[in-house]
């Protein structure tokens, strides 16, 4: 079982091009999972926590078990370290971008810091969630996302995605990567892919990404010259997908 999980702030549809390519390669057994309050219903009570995330997945996935390749995107990438600093048994292979952001020398960028800041993270929300959502497109294609899947996602942006992104951030302030990056290197770990777009603001620079998938002790890694953060959208997909179909097959 391919399961895919994707990050913030976005839906699904970030996998349409890359899991076309798959199927078109004979990949038809994919799980789409979508978290919580991004792209999918946030339950009453949830508390939208890195950890929280972390024992949602583990219930999603009990029943697949030691048979689930994981390939994670965004804070999708952070959820499937989660899971295997806590549940490494469920994972048969995995696959990961923003693997600086495990770095010891890592710090947030600016936007997530705001957003980890009480009472400023409040204003920015509200003042985002009042855009339209032409708007809120353009303010996601500012940040690279591509035109299209920007309009597919903009109307998803809501007030429960908007609590959980506050929540999931400041469950997340530094030491918490980099205590997480410290287990991680140290446990062993099924085996491993790291993607490394080059162009990517997000993750750290590309000589954190290649030391930490150095560190954990991947199996490979993967540099996407000239992509950005969302390279699943578009040009890093056809390599991304072999890269993928050979890790499995490995």
């Not at 999708?76 to 899971?83: F, K, Q, S």
């Not at 007030?159 to 530094?174: H, N």
């Not at 890694?221 to 578009?234: F, K, V």
Request: hydrophobic fraction near 45%; glycine fraction near 8%; include cysteine.
């Amino acid at each position: 079982m391919k399961v895919f999980i994707h990050g913030n702030p976005e839906t699904a549809v970030i996998w349409e091009n890359l899991i076309q390519i798959l199927n078109g390669q004979g990949v038809d057994d994919i799980m789409i999972l979508s978290p919580p309050g991004f792209g999918s219903e946030l339950p009453i009570g949830f508390q939208s926590t890195r950890l929280a995330y972390i024992d949602w997945m583990i219930k999603k996935l009990e029943p697949f078990k030691g048979d689930i390749h994981l390939l994670g995107h965004d804070w999708g990438a952070l959820h499937v370290y989660g899971l295997l600093d806590q549940r490494p048994d469920f994972i048969k292979s995995w696959a990961a971008d923003c693997a600086g952001m495990l770095h010891p020398n890592y710090h947030w960028h600016a936007q997530a810091q705001a957003w980890q800041t009480e009472g400023l993270g409040e204003e920015l929300m509200y003042a985002n969630l009042q855009l339209s959502n032409e708007e809120r497109a353009e303010v996601l294609q500012a940040s690279g996302m591509p035109a299209l899947i920007a309009s597919k996602i903009a109307p998803s942006l809501s007030d429960d995605m908007g609590e959980s992104i506050l929540k999931l951030y400041r469950s997340a302030v530094q030491p918490t990567m980099q205590l997480l990056g410290e287990r991680l290197v140290r446990a062993d770990l099924p085996p491993g892919l790291v993607f490394v777009p080059e162009n990517d603001p997000f993750a750290g620079t590309m000589d954190m990404c290649y030391e930490m998938a150095e560190k954990l002790r991947i199996h490979y890694c993967l540099g996407l010259p000239a992509q950005g953060h969302w390279w699943m959208c578009n040009g890093g997909a056809e390599k991304a997908a072999e890269a993928l179909l050979k890790h499995w097959r490995d």
